[in-house]
């Protein structure tokens, strides 16, 4: 069953235009939180100007279809980087964030790691679909990865986000669409498409297990994951290359591998910055209490005079 929810209604004469479409969003939200449980596809309106950028996540992640997903992350870009978005929510309001992104299993077949098909080393045209396909795959979570933090991390009571958090996550949803968008039509110049072959979502483990903790997410998703890649793709370039496949090569070597490199910087720039902000505290409750202990030191020897 899919449920078209940019035609709910709603409508109120009494406020204004922006507040309305506000509130649509927000019962668009919450319906979702309240139907995927269930097992139903759920179609979101876009983002819009009246969404905050943890709204317009939240919709992104709710999104099924990949192509959609797509969609849906350059036109919050957009519409962000224009100013007429705001980081958060009026107000403080909640907002309810899925605990896994929405995926169409018509478009991709899910497996377990262990069934997940062999890559190979790119000798053979399959082996070179294969490891585009899963690159490809990589790429779309990637997407939801980035969106996450925003929506998980952006609202959150604890966290006293400047905006350039926001910029720099924005920045790598938008890589992370545009690698997607590349490697799949590259994977259709190879005589395939993304679907083709199962894959598995084990990247989306690690965002389960670091989902309570802004600075777990950045320590295992930015200083591991993304590190890890970068470790590997250069092999992977070069099995491409070795095998005549320049133009994979090129894609991966020219545009992801840069790319890829700031984002591992971004995370590290905001994990040293969470570092910053705690110990800048620590020593503030520090300097406080020892203030506090000599006041009532002095009060003591006063009494004792």
Not at 91 to 110: L, N, T, W
Not at 254 to 276: I, M, T
Request: glycine fraction near 6%; charge should be negative.
């Amino acid at each position: 069953l899919v449920i078209p929810i940019q035609h709910l209604p709603c409508t109120c004469p009494l406020l204004p235009c922006s507040q309305t479409q506000a509130i649509r969003a927000r019962i668009e939200i919450a319906t979702v939180a309240l139907l995927c449980p269930e097992g139903l596809s759920v179609v979101m309106s876009p983002p819009t100007s009246s969404d905050s950028l943890v709204e317009a996540a939240v919709k992104i992640l709710n999104t099924a279809d990949p192509w959609l997903k797509a969609e849906y992350t350059n036109l919050a870009v957009e519409l962000w980087r224009s100013g007429t978005m705001q980081p958060r929510p009026a107000h403080g309001q909640a907002v309810p964030v899925p605990d896994r992104p929405a995926r169409s299993d018509d478009k991709v077949k899910v497996v377990l790691p262990k069934d997940a098909p062999r890559r190979g080393k790119g000798g053979s045209l399959a082996s070179r679909q294969a490891i585009i396909h899963s690159l490809c795959h990589i790429e779309n979570w990637a997407v939801d990865l980035s969106w996450d933090v925003i929506a998980r991390f952006g609202n959150h009571p604890d966290y006293d986000l400047p905006r350039e958090f926001y910029d720099d996550f924005v920045m790598v949803a938008e890589d992370e669409c545009r690698h997607f968008l590349m490697l799949e039509e590259r994977l259709k110049g190879l005589g395939s498409y993304y679907g083709a072959l199962p894959a598995h979502d084990g990247l989306w483990e690690s965002a389960t297990d670091t989902a309570g903790s802004l600075p777990a997410r950045l320590a295992v998703e930015s200083c591991v994951h993304e590190a890890r890649g970068l470790d590997v793709l250069p092999a992977t370039i070069a099995r491409f290359r070795n095998n005549g496949d320049e133009e994979s090569a090129l894609l991966l070597e020219g545009v992801v591998y840069p790319e890829e490199v700031n984002h591992c910087k971004a995370g590290v720039r905001w994990f040293k910055y969470l570092y910053q902000v705690a110990h800048a505290a620590a020593g503030t409750t520090a300097a406080a209490a020892g203030n506090t202990a000599a006041a009532a030191g002095n009060t003591a020897a006063a009494a004792g005079n």
